[in-house]
């Protein structure tokens, strides 16, 4: 009998020792499974992160750039076209009649022919849009980007020399005279971009603009290359860092356009960083240029049903103005680099 309980105990220890096992067998399996990347959710580590084989990068790719912008990214101010907002003379707006001080020489080209306004930012609506976060911009006053068009489709651009203002301006109003009227304006018998469509005009008619503010980094500019190699290495994903190359043109085809999409604004803005249509920055290929370092503001084509304002830089293209940082930060707006290319 003795023998009998013996041998049912041992037989008893023997499954428990199985069940042990098998728990442990499965433990070890989920914990083996690997790890996948959700864009809301935090990534956790696991034992297969040596393989970007079970990655995936899309999401990594958005994840990463998101915190790019976050921690290394600049102010950035976006520019919204709102059809249905009313329009004053001190409005912030893209076309139609610039506020103006007559006793202030209208900016003109050599021959005396007026610039027409291309687009006219009130930085005291912006700086209430944003909560007073308006980067390097002036916090107060009128901002104005002036330019010669319809004899040519230069759109006041030189492209001999971007820097040659004869036929663009940009001009900076410290303050706002409230007692300057439409019919003051309409007296000085300033010229304005016709609504009909006119493939000399850049833009037709006028739209009133709303704004918002948030940081943006760019894959082309700064050390966004070096981080993102650094942050994507932490889950595994090793990519070999070619030192003539953006990071775009480090990575698998797909994977480079979804970060060139993902990570470039191709938006209205002031401030920020530049995007390109076609053959990318001229400040990197002529060091004339390159000292002007910051982006003063971007704006691209606007054809919107429904709206009597339109925008058409040569075949959907985009427009540039470019500034030196110090300069803008001493609200010296004499010394502009205008540039635009279309694709």
Not at 314 to 325: C, E, L, R, V, Y
Request: charged share 25%; hydrophobic share 35%; aromatic share 12%.
């Amino acid at each position: 009998m003795k023998i009998i309980v013996i041998a049912l105990f041992s037989v008893a220890l023997c499954l428990l020792n199985l069940v042990a096992c098998s728990k442990n067998k499965i433990e070890k399996d989920v914990c083996n499974m690997g790890y996948y990347f959700n864009h809301s959710e935090e990534i956790e580590e696991s034992d297969n992160q040596n393989s970007d084989m079970s990655i995936d990068k899309v999401k990594l790719t958005r994840r990463i750039t998101d915190e790019l912008n976050e921690e290394i990214g600049v102010p950035t101010i976006f520019i919204n076209p709102n059809k249905r907002k009313k329009i004053s003379l001190t409005s912030s707006k893209f076309g139609g009649m610039p506020y103006w001080d007559s006793s202030l020489p209208y900016p003109t080209d050599k021959n005396g022919d007026k610039l027409k306004l291309l687009a006219q930012f009130n930085l005291n609506e912006i700086s209430e849009a944003c909560k007073g976060e308006v980067g390097l911009l002036p916090k107060e006053g009128i901002l104005q980007f002036f330019i010669l068009s319809g004899s040519n489709y230069s759109y006041g651009s030189d492209y001999e020399n971007y820097t040659n203002d004869d036929h663009f301006r940009v001009i900076y109003h410290p303050t706002i005279n409230p007692n300057i009227t439409v019919e003051d304006v309409q007296n000085l018998h300033i010229p304005i971009a016709s609504v009909s469509t006119n493939d000399y005009e850049p833009i037709s008619g006028e739209i009133a603009l709303d704004f918002s503010i948030r940081k943006t980094a760019s894959p082309h500019y700064g050390n966004f290359k070096d981080e993102f190699i650094e942050k994507v290495a932490l889950y595994g994903w090793k990519i070999e860092n070619k030192p003539d190359y953006d990071i775009c043109n480090c990575l698998e085809n797909e994977i480079g356009y979804e970060l060139d999409d993902y990570g470039c604004h191709e938006e209205n803005c002031l401030l920020g960083y530049p995007v390109y249509t076609q053959l990318g920055d001229p400040r990197f290929d002529y060091t004339q240029y390159a000292q002007y370092d910051t982006q003063l503001f971007q704006m691209v084509s606007y054809n919107e049903e429904g709206t009597k304002f339109m925008a058409i830089w040569g075949d959907m293209g985009i427009a540039h103005f470019f500034i030196n940082h110090k300069k803008l930060m001493e609200k010296d707006f004499s010394d502009i680099m205008y540039y635009w290319d279309c694709t």
